[in-house]
């Protein structure tokens, strides 16, 4: 995404869109390959990381 403030924008915000065979599609529709699980000497770290962000930015 691109953060900036032009045109008839009234502050800073992100441009994000995501392009499939040069036709914009909708993100949250798009079928992504799976990643791989965490590795078990990662997960209490990432279980740590993750809380944090849920306290921040709530359970959504």
């Given at each position: 995404?691109y953060?900036?403030s032009?045109?008839?924008s009234?502050?800073?915000?992100?441009?994000?869109?995501m392009?499939?065979n040069g036709?914009?599609v909708?993100?949250?529709?798009?079928?992504?390959?799976a990643?791989d699980?965490i590795?078990?000497?990662?997960?209490s770290s990432?279980e740590?990381?993750?809380?944090?962000?849920?306290?921040?930015?709530?359970d959504?």
């Open positions: 995404g953060v900036g032009t045109g008839w009234t502050g800073p915000h992100v441009h994000y869109e392009v499939k036709v914009k909708n993100p949250l529709t798009v079928e992504l390959p990643g699980p590795k078990d000497e990662w997960r990432f740590e990381q993750k809380k944090k962000y849920i306290d921040f930015f709530g959504r």
